[in-house]
């Protein structure tokens, strides 16, 4: 079975800096998904980014970008420039080739200081 | 708006009753997947249908729980007896075929007394 790990249940960062969001997995597959989901407080989630394992090429999505080590099996995600509007509950999740469920980590808090 | 819509938001009942929610994904797309959500906690899966084909269901999912598709457009999720422990955010997701993104619904948020 596949599991997510995220070790940071709460992370900081002041307006306009940069922050990274970390995220480990296990998984005994070779070709899968991994994605990075938003949930803002009492608000739906909605998808920020996504990689494809066998792409090499990190994903990038304007201030949303991803370090990808297939062989560490670690999927981190790091925010440019960070807004008051990117406040809110980060999921990393893992998704097989099936289109099947997507399987989640416990999520990080991100606060966003004006 | 063409989103996930699930109904009702918010429910709460007593403990030993029983509870129906609703999904209704976006148009054509013929993927749909609960998951359940605790506080603090992120989306554990529950179950998804391929148009109205139940292709999986985890076994978080225990004899209480049924879902449907009939029509492989909505979908309901009942609770037959619930527990307090049935308490949670159930998230109702759809995504289009061969494509492995999926779009969540605001989620019905259930409180069992």
């Known amino acids: 079975a596949q599991t997510v790990t995220q070790s940071q249940p709460e992370m900081s960062v002041q307006e306009a800096e940069t922050v990274t969001l970390s995220c480990t997995y296990d998984?005994?597959?070779?070709?899968?998904?991994l994605f990075w989901y938003k949930q803002p407080p009492s608000r739906q989630m909605i998808l920020v980014i996504r990689?494809?394992?066998?792409?090499?090429q990190n994903a990038t999505e304007n201030r949303f970008s991803v370090n990808f080590q297939k062989a560490a099996k670690s999927f981190s995600l790091k925010i440019s420039d960070s807004q008051l509007g990117d406040a809110a509950m980060y999921f990393c999740g893992y998704g097989g080739t099936s289109y099947g469920k997507l399987t989640f980590g416990q999520g990080t808090i991100l606060t966003v200081h004006p | 708006d063409t989103g996930v819509s699930q109904d009702p938001r918010h429910k709460i009942t007593k403990r030993g009753q029983n509870v129906t929610f609703r999904c209704d994904p976006i148009s054509e797309h013929n993927r749909l997947y609960w998951y359940r959500q605790t506080l603090g906690q992120g989306p554990e899966f529950l179950t998804y249908f391929q148009n109205e084909a139940q292709l999986e269901k985890s076994r978080l999912l225990s004899d209480r729980f049924s879902a449907e598709r009939p029509k492989g457009s909505f979908s309901t999720l009942e609770i037959q007896r619930t527990e307090q422990g049935d308490s949670a955010m159930y998230l109702c997701?759809?995504?289009?075929?061969?494509?492995?993104?999926?779009?969540f619904g605001p989620g019905t948020r259930l409180t069992v007394l």
């Open positions: 998984t005994s597959e070779s070709d899968y998904y």
């Open positions: 997701a759809s995504s289009p075929d061969r494509v492995n993104e999926q779009f």
């Open positions: 990689q494809e394992a066998y792409k090499q």
